[in-house]
């Protein structure tokens, strides 16, 4: 999704997670929520980053040796990756089913394993990319869209959509907050220049 000519990164930051090691289990989700609250992101942005970085981290801990969690901050988006090297996943498609888990007794009796990962993070993410290579690991990419201006907005455009949408516009001024519902959304906020009518 990203590219050079079109997205700038305005925040960039790599976090370890050793694999196995439950005491810090959730450490790298905490620590990327307080650096997106302190950036003043919308809260639902802030929330699915939170969400899908705690279920990746919480997957790293659970099936492999080690990993990385990067988190990317661009202009439109959030992209959250995770790098792990553990035994990779055989079967993608039963992994995401709901419920579906190879965990062990001893993680299931921590609270956790309980086949809800993978599909948290696909179901809270706006884009997800999965891949993995047995016996050498798994490779996770997260888009979270960030509609914080007009020019990011593309709902409903030229559709008569009839969704109430709570929107927060940036522009010179600061950020104006707006309900909008009805039709021809998308186009509204595509005319919109720093104002919403």
Do not use: W
Request: hydrophobic residues 30%; contains cysteine.
């Amino acid at each position: 999704m990203p590219t050079q000519e079109t997205d700038h990164i305005s925040y960039q930051r790599s976090f370890y997670v050793e694999g196995g090691n439950f005491s810090y289990a959730g450490t790298v989700s905490t620590s990327i929520k307080s650096i997106l609250k302190k950036m003043d992101l919308p809260s639902d942005v802030v929330r699915k980053s939170a969400l899908v970085s705690y279920e990746s981290e919480i997957n790293i801990v659970s099936y492999a040796r080690k990993g990385v969690i990067k988190l990317s901050v661009y202009s439109d988006f959030i992209q959250i990756e995770a790098i792990d090297e553990g035994l990779g996943i055989p079967n993608i498609e039963l992994a995401m089913q709901e419920g579906y888990s190879t965990a062990t007794q001893q993680i299931r009796e921590m609270g956790f394993g309980a086949g809800m990962g993978l599909c948290n993070i696909k179901n809270y993410s706006d884009k997800f990319d999965i891949s993995s290579e047995v016996g050498k690991g798994t490779y996770l990419k997260m888009i979270i869209n960030n509609f914080s201006s007009a020019r990011d907005f593309n709902y409903g455009s030229g559709n008569n959509s009839k969704k109430k949408l709570n929107l927060k516009v940036r522009c010179a001024e600061g950020y104006l907050k707006k309900t909008v519902s009805g039709g021809y959304t998308g186009d509204l906020l595509k005319r919109c220049h720093g104002q919403i009518p």
